[in-house]
């Protein structure tokens, strides 16, 4: 298939700058094959039912953005995509002029980090003069997409994070998980609903552009993921039970069909989920809107159909939905 199979027109006022004032207070579209329904998030326990397993991604996301200094007084924006070795980083690193390898960047008085390397991808290795640790807690901000176009905020801290996050790792939210409150859990569990949890750790793969026309020939990077075993053990038992397994977001969804391939429960995954494919372990998913041309709308359109999903997506514009990471959701089943 073609990229601009996946293209749409969205007005840029649609892209939400903020989260909701409540998290569950989102917009739910719920497209299925009785058609479209327009909901509330908080309405989610209605089209769940007992014996459904809702599977979330726990991962935690870094305050990864820091603020460095240049020795000659320039600033230098950072976004650490991944930790290499416990003083060493790699880096995106945004400054008005040209970096150097083996240039110093203070990070406050008395801590720098040195330049030690390019590489190909134009990532920078940075090594810290000691781990970051509790530093990065103090020193760093929310990691927020630049189609958020403001500076992040202590707001931010929070809601850019699941409730349910528990494991460090990711730059970017698992962004259909921000809607779930502690007491929309509850209230799913007590209606039958299993939940189990499984980690992707988010990095820049997942949001790469696509810059090949056909988009056959366009390849993810690699992403850790973890499916303890009490979450497999559950899959199963959904299935077997005539249970629904629902991925909340394409990151949980990635993982149950990458372990449905390969049969590994840890590793690093670099599926690439386009039209046609056949899933294996997702029954439903929960997700939000996603930006055209995008690996993400690639794999809801895998799930739902690309006219059906493209067809949600024009309905959503009319509606006047808000897209993306701080936007309202879609459930697909």
């Known amino acids: 298939m073609k990229l601009r199979d996946f293209d ?47 599977v979330l991604n726990d991962t935690k ?35 008005s002029r040209r970096l150097g390898v083996g240039e110093r960047l203070r990070v406050e008085e008395r801590f720098w980090s040195r330049i030690i390397d390019r590489r190909p991808t134009g990532r920078w290795m940075l090594e810290f003069d000691r781990p970051l640790d509790g530093d990065l807690d103090r020193l760093g901000r929310a990691p927020l997409p630049p189609y958020i176009r403001r500076a992040p905020t202590t707001l931010d801290r929070e809601r850019y994070q699941t409730v349910y996050a528990e494991r460090p790792g990711s730059i970017a939210a698992p962004t259909a998980g921000l809607h779930f409150t502690e007491d929309l ?20 793969g997942t949001f790469l552009p696509v810059y090949v026309e056909d988009v056959e020939d366009h390849r993810m990077e690699a992403e850790w993921y973890d499916i303890p075993e009490e979450t497999a053990v559950a899959v199963r038992r959904a299935h077997e039970e005539g249970g ?25 995954t670099d599926l690439f989920i386009r039209p046609p494919f056949q899933f294996r372990e997702v029954d439903a998913l929960i997700t939000n809107f996603h930006l055209p041309k995008s690996t993400l709308l690639m794999l809801v359109c895998a799930f739902a159909g690309r006219e059906c999903v493209l067809r949600a997506y024009a309905e959503a514009v009319q509606r006047r939905y808000r897209f993306f990471s701080y936007g309202d959701a879609m459930l697909l089943q």
């Open 185 to 204: 859990l509850k209230r799913v569990r007590r209606a039958g609903v299993s939940i189990a949890r499984l980690t992707l750790h988010v990095g820049t």
């Open 8 to 54: 749409y027109f969205l007005p840029a006022e649609l892209v939400a700058q903020t989260p909701a004032p409540r998290r569950d207070g989102a917009r739910l579209m719920v497209a299925g094959p009785q058609g479209i329904e327009h909901r509330r998030f908080s309405d989610l326990g209605t089209y769940l039912r007992a014996g459904d397993l809702l």
């Open 61 to 95: 996301v870094l305050p990864a953005r820091l603020s460095l200094r240049r020795e000659t007084g320039g600033r230098v924006e950072a976004l650490l995509v991944r930790q290499v070795e416990a003083r060493r980083w790699e880096a995106l690193l945004k400054t």
């Open 244 to 268: 629904r397994v629902v991925a909340v977001g394409t990151t949980s969804c990635r993982t149950l069909e990458t372990w449905a391939r390969t049969k590994a429960t840890r590793g690093w």
